[in-house]
């Protein structure tokens, strides 16, 4: 096997073994971009977008700092809630914490001086669906997320392996290096024009 | 023939769009890894002084947070996309740039206007441009760019599209590919369950 061989196949099969999140990517991107256009199409169907599922009597001291994640704990914890989760201060007399998963998604709002949680399901949405797995990333949650988290690092790696496989296949070929200077040499001057105006 | 073109348009495409790629890619590194460069909570950004005066202009009777936010900056040399923030007869401009951002506050009081410039931080721009996007702006660049942000998407779903082409053409790889394929759906599969 030579080194161009070797070279073309690592673009190929890699490719191909990441292709659903570069699929998963590409997709996901288009509710991002057009946003109110799917906001407003939802608008447009008039059902509200969350469901009350419980409310629970509850009384528990919440942290001073912005470190909310052992109160986001014990109230996952107490509810009985599966996936990644998170909590923020919505207002002084209330913390919301949020539960999420590929399909779906809880909050429980704490209401500290009426001492309950109320449980609110999202309604499920395709573009929801798309832009929470496009946004999902990090190392804070522990267990499979975290290996999500490799996968993303991984795609990282893929990206910059295809870019340089790719160059070095477009350098072995005479025939398309002048086109592929003015494709290269014209990506980046706009792009360096968008830095220098936006 | 059809090969031939879904092989020079996935080359040239790839060529062209190269920046974007990039940045997309280390832009998302940076996002998976937040903690390692921006530690946490993120550390807010951080500002420097570039002037502060006595604005003359006047606002016209009734101008929204909106109408002010636009005639400061246009008096400034500094129309773009921004947002504003009104509060405590403070307005807050932050009128966006990929580089370095500005942040204009205009104190009604005593008509003070001070700018001041973002710190550049690598971590900080990379984000910012992985999340400009859409056309909600009034400024035809910012359509320039959404605009360039979906030509990437179609690129991307066209990558995806030819490569298949591409790779079944090729027979002598179509086991091992086959393999590729199917154990990244596998485990994405997996995913989709478990997560």
Known sequence: MTFHH?????????ALFLSPWFWMYGVSSIPFSHNQYFEELDKAKGIPPWTKRA???????????????????????????????????????QVNVYV????????????????????????????????????????DQGGWHNVWGVMVDLVCLGLLLWVVTGLIMWCSLPVVR????????SGVVSFGVFLWRL | MVSKLLRRIHLYLALFL????????????????REWFRGKPP???????????????????????AAKARMILTTQGLDGAHQANERDGKLVIQRNAAITPLRLTYTAESRQLLVEKQVVEAAAFLER??????????????????????????AILFWTLSGFWLWWELKVARRLGALALIGGFGIFAFFLKVL
């Open chain 1, 6 to 14: 070797l070279n073309r196949r690592t673009h190929l099969y890699l």
């Open chain 1, 55 to 93: 409310e629970i009597p509850f009384e528990q001291p919440v942290p001073d700092g912005p470190e909310l994640r052992p109160f986001a704990d014990q109230v996952v914890k107490l509810v009985g809630l599966s996936g990644s989760y998170g909590a923020y201060r919505q207002s002084p007399k």
């Open chain 1, 100 to 139: 999420y998963t590929f399909w779906k998604s809880t909050q429980v709002k704490y209401f500290l001086e009426e001492k309950k949680l109320v449980m609110e399901d999202r309604r499920f949405r395709w573009d929801h669906f798309f832009t929470g797995m496009h946004a999902k990333g990090g190392f």
């Open chain 1, 178 to 185: 002048g086109w592929g200077w003015v494709a290269l040499v």
């Open chain 2, 18 to 33: 190269t920046p974007w790629v990039l940045v997309y890619t280390l832009s998302t590194f940076a996002m998976n890894h």
């Open chain 2, 43 to 65: 550390a807010s950004p951080k500002w420097e002084k570039v002037s502060e005066q006595v604005w003359e202009g006047q606002f016209p009777e009734g101008a929204d947070r």
């Open chain 2, 129 to 154: 441009m992985h999340r400009r996007r859409g056309f909600q702006h009034p400024y035809a660049l910012e359509d320039t760019w959404a605009f360039s942000v979906d030509f990437f998407i179609a």
